[in-house]
């Protein structure tokens, strides 16, 4: 073998014609993924549960083998994609006559904020971390957890938020990055501050550190008491 034999690189054995045999294999994976969206019903990305998800990575590589593979005939590529179909149809009826069955596939939606405080257990169920969730509630124009009713995971994988009426806002903890709030095991000043890990408030003197009743940390923050601005 040569290096950097641009024959090699470009197009190996086949013949430059071949590349139209490419081109069409091409068109006919396109065309088979368009119509299986189409025959989903789904109208967007976002909606995807992870058994569409699945479906589609499987799409995605039968196509892929259908369009650069000479060797792989369009016949049973096509089997491939409309017992997909077929699957999908199958499992989406069941989906609807079945509320256990939903459930099981597409999962169900999780509270992980509520009252102003994480939901500790729901937070673990989701193998998400508070740094991932607050991401989130920054991008939503959330400043401090005191100001979210409830936050919902949705199976979809979006957060929806619910906020406290304006005049029932409590203090809470910042939804700002470590580096970007101060944290204590001995607070500086006397006054209310937060469970970094749970969000709970407590009084503490100055000088002095506590152990949260509520998740047993012993890190601190200043609890912030702004109302949301949007």
Not at 102 to 126: F, H, N, R
Request: charged share 20%.
């Amino acid at each position: 073998m040569t290096p950097f034999d641009l024959q090699r690189m470009l197009i190996d054995e086949f013949p430059y014609s071949f590349l139209l045999e490419v081109a069409f294999r091409a068109f006919f994976a396109f065309v088979a993924v368009f119509l299986f969206l189409k025959s989903s019903g789904r109208r967007g990305i976002r909606q995807l549960s992870l058994f569409e998800l699945v479906v589609l990575l499987t799409l995605g590589s039968a196509a892929g083998d259908v369009s650069f593979y000479h060797d792989v005939p369009l016949l049973p590529i096509a089997v491939v994609f409309l017992t997909l179909l077929m699957l999908y149809r199958f499992t989406v009826l069941a989906m609807a006559r079945s509320k256990k069955f939903e459930a099981w596939m597409d999962g169900l939606p999780i509270t992980v904020v509520k009252g102003g405080l994480y939901e500790l257990k729901s937070l673990e169920q989701l193998n998400i971390s508070s740094s991932e969730l607050l991401m989130e509630f920054r991008q939503l124009g959330v400043e401090h957890l005191g100001q979210v009713r409830l936050a919902i995971v949705e199976t979809d994988g979006d957060v929806s938020l619910y906020f406290f009426d304006k005049d029932d806002v409590r203090q809470g903890l910042s939804v700002l990055p470590p580096e970007h709030r101060n944290e204590f095991v001995k607070v500086p000043a006397s006054g209310l501050y937060c469970c970094v890990k749970c969000g709970y408030a407590y009084n503490i003197n100055a000088k002095e550190g506590a152990d949260c009743s509520r998740c047993k940390n012993d890190i601190w923050s200043a609890a912030l008491n702004s109302q949301r601005c949007r």
